[in-house]
């Protein structure tokens, strides 16, 4: 099954809201200055930064990224979107090695 990216941002959007993960889009960077976004934590709640001009398919990048070392077990997700965190967990431990 082949999902829209918006749909696919539109679904790991509400997860994130689900975990309880705020979603901040702000201008990050400038034209010398090239910051991508992802995860952070700020007094002990979890952000994820990004910015909107970010093409769809880089933004479910850094979403996913960010979403995939999060618990989801518990939660009902398409087994699309499980496979997208899965990949995104996969690539993370691939680059810890």
């Given at each position: 099954?082949?999902?829209?990216?918006?749909?696919?941002?539109?679904?790991l959007?509400?997860?994130?809201?689900?975990?309880?993960?705020?979603i901040?889009?702000?201008?990050?960077?400038?034209?010398?200055?090239?910051?991508?976004?992802?995860?952070?934590?700020?007094?002990?709640t979890?952000?994820?930064?990004?910015?909107?001009?970010?093409?769809?398919d880089?933004?479910?990048k850094?979403?996913?990224?960010?979403?995939?070392?999060f618990?989801?077990e518990?939660?009902?997700?398409?087994?699309?979107i499980?496979?997208?965190?899965?990949?995104?967990?996969?690539?993370?431990?691939?680059r810890?090695?």
């Amino acid at each position: 099954m082949n999902m829209q990216p918006r749909k696919v941002l539109e679904y790991l959007e509400d997860l994130a809201e689900r975990l309880g993960i705020e979603i901040v889009y702000e201008k990050l960077g400038d034209e010398e200055f090239s910051v991508r976004g992802g995860l952070c934590k700020v007094q002990k709640t979890y952000k994820i930064f990004m910015t909107r001009s970010e093409p769809v398919d880089s933004q479910i990048k850094i979403l996913a990224r960010a979403l995939s070392s999060f618990n989801t077990e518990d939660i009902y997700l398409l087994p699309f979107i499980r496979e997208i965190l899965e990949m995104s967990r996969r690539e993370e431990k691939g680059r810890e090695l």
